[in-house]
């Protein structure tokens, strides 16, 4: 091919150039012309495509995420915020705690193991660039109809890559979701949260500065593989004759990883950084530009120093590579050959590619010719900004008005009974073991809490017991019937999620996955998603620290349920003080926390009996989740409660059951007065709890609930075998965990 250089370019304005293939648009490529003062080169063209590219720049997201700094709560543990690899937080005892959740969806439909097993890679090295170790992950996923062959295809595919590759690295999957809706059929959400842990004087964040600081590039050699893959594949849809972008997927070595993080970590404690960046989306297009854009000065890169896996690779594909396994350090010269003799001492490929200047330009030369001379901000930080129209949809009144509430119910025990058994078995409340179980939940040995427990903890410091918890969670359904109130509930759950366990939530990560910017009913439920949680973090006091926007994920004109994924992370001084689910000791007293209403749209019941989406979603009370928050804190601390379980997705019963089958014990359960045994097992009214009480503390426990203002009803005992529910129906144990465990496998067999 004929290589552009700058002088070129300048001297050839007339070139045609294929932007429109690159997805660019025809004002964004006049704009480039606008800021170079000429045409483009091929090497700027591709950087210019890739970094403007919607998974990259946010243009049409960035307006609305703004909110999240402009409401951003006043939190003393905030050590580092929005706009660097991952948010940092302050735990105490000295330690930071950085963590962030990210989407790898359209690599994952294309190429099921690869896209979710590199999605895992790419989380975990935005965590290791902020100076952490990674201790844990986890996996929020969205499939499409359980009954359809490309789920088969899919599922086991995106399941096998997240653990082949977080158990290769050796860190415990604690936590996230499986839900599956026929709207995410040709879009699944494979979402994927990194957790690391470090001194607060070990953080690191990406710039370059120091005119005469080297640039090195490190880790894997740079092949074909995933060029195009953020532009080409994340920000556009899919046609209905479904995936053929295959060669846009990275491919990942997760044994390469685990040599780099270590390698990194020596790195760090040695402290022979100026500035590092992860190599992800946009490959070295995004490293080079952010790390100059964020410093001080300007950046030289001899891009045919570039170790290469294919020596065929033109330079556009060199820039554009997203190969994985690579990270970019800025080094003071005095530190190159440390940096290098510890690479080599963990068999890591590092070259000096560049250094930093004293300009304010970004330029790259290939074998002597300069190809790329550009302001660094125009690429990394100042791409087009769009404020797309958005409208709320025609059809949203009569979704909202096909209420729930009114479709047919039990008349009797037996069909109670009936209902029961049907939600439990539902692929949606189903154990989702069968998946869990080929994930390692426990290795490094800190894991407190995993999967299926409310929130996956760990402990971080072993003399102190220190530890963090993490809970992810999205209801798509609420967000379709209220896009506001469904985010501000996917907030309260992981908030209420993160409590039920003893850990005090602290802060908010998120991953926002919607349909088209370009259609104004999907833009509009974006709008209202962001100012619903940048309106609840406010309220909690949780800042959002970072996080992701996955858009187009949308199949023809058929866009999924907008998805808002909430990652919640709080802070416990001792992990022995934890409140699992499982309802452990036969005798103790179950209280149920918090109101309970007759709401049922969107909720668990209406799927599984009925196949209905309608209504308005349960209501939300921030104050009383905060209020839930402090005691069910309180009484893990004192020791007043054995067993909690948030009161989410199924209701009571689901909890009850969940929590009966994990202990091992039954329960007997009474309606309280004046509710209707329906709506008591079934309805998903917020801001609520079940625990376990020793009968020893039931007199602190509830004067503490009654001093604060927080409802507790008794409605019943942990006792015998089988889960009743007095004057309406038993059913055995054995019988729920058949009916509970059975429905994965059975679907994937």
Known sequence: MTLDSVKHATETPDTEQPWAELGLKQDEYDRIREILGRRPTGAELAMYSVMWSEHCSYKSSKIHLRQFGEKAPANDALLVGIGENAGVVDVGQGYAVTFKVESHNHPSYIEPYQGAATGVGGIVRDILAMGARPVAVMDPLRFGAPDHPDTKRVLPGVVAGVGGYGNCLGLPNIGGEVVFDPCYQGNPLVNALCVGVMRHEDIHLAKASGAGNKVILYGARTGGDGIGGVSVLASETFSDTGPAKRPAVQVGDPFQEKLLIECTLEIFKEKLVAGIQDLGGAGLSCATSELASAGSGGMRVELDTVPLRDATLSPEEILMSESQERMCAIVEPQYVDRFLEICEKWDV?????????????????????????VPPRTVAHEGPVYERPYARPAWQDALQADDANKLPRPGSGEELRAQVLTMVAHPNQASKAWITDQYDRFVQGNTVLAQPEDSGMIRIDEDTNLGVAVATDGNGRYAKLDPYAGAQLALAEAY????????????????????????????????????????????????????????????GDVAIHPTPVVAVLGVIDDVTRRTPVAFKDQGQLLYLLG??????????????????????????????????????????????????????????????????????????LVVPDGLDPFVFLFSESAGRAVVSVPRSEELRFTDMCGARGLPATRIGVVDGDAVELQGEFDIPLDELRTAHEGTIPAILA
């Open 595 to 668: 109101d309970t209403k007759e709401e049922l749209g969107g909720s668990a019941w209406s799927q599984a009996v009925h196949d209905h989406l309608g209504g308005l979603p349960p209501a939300v009370d921030l104050e009383r989740e905060k209020l839930l928050g402090e005691i069910l804190i309180s009484a893990s601390r004192d020791g007043m409660i054995d067993a909690a379980h948030d009161l989410s997705d199924g209701g009571l019963i689901q909890a009850v059951v969940e929590s009966c089958l994990r202990g091992g014990n039954g329960a007997r």
């Open 349 to 373: 490929i590092a070259t000096v590619i560049g250094e930093v200047t004293d300009g304010d330009r970004l330029e790259i030369f290939w074998h002597g010719q300069q190809i790329v001379d």
């Open 496 to 555: 209420r999620n993160v409590a039920t366990t003893g850990a005090k939530p602290l802060a908010v990560s998120d991953c926002l996955n919607f349909g088209s910017p370009e259609d104004p009913a999907a833009m509009w439920q974006f709008a209202e998603a962001c100012r619903g949680l940048a309106d609840g973090c406010l309220e909690l006091g949780t800042p959002v620290t970072g996080g992701n926007v996955s858009l187009y994920n949308q199949t």
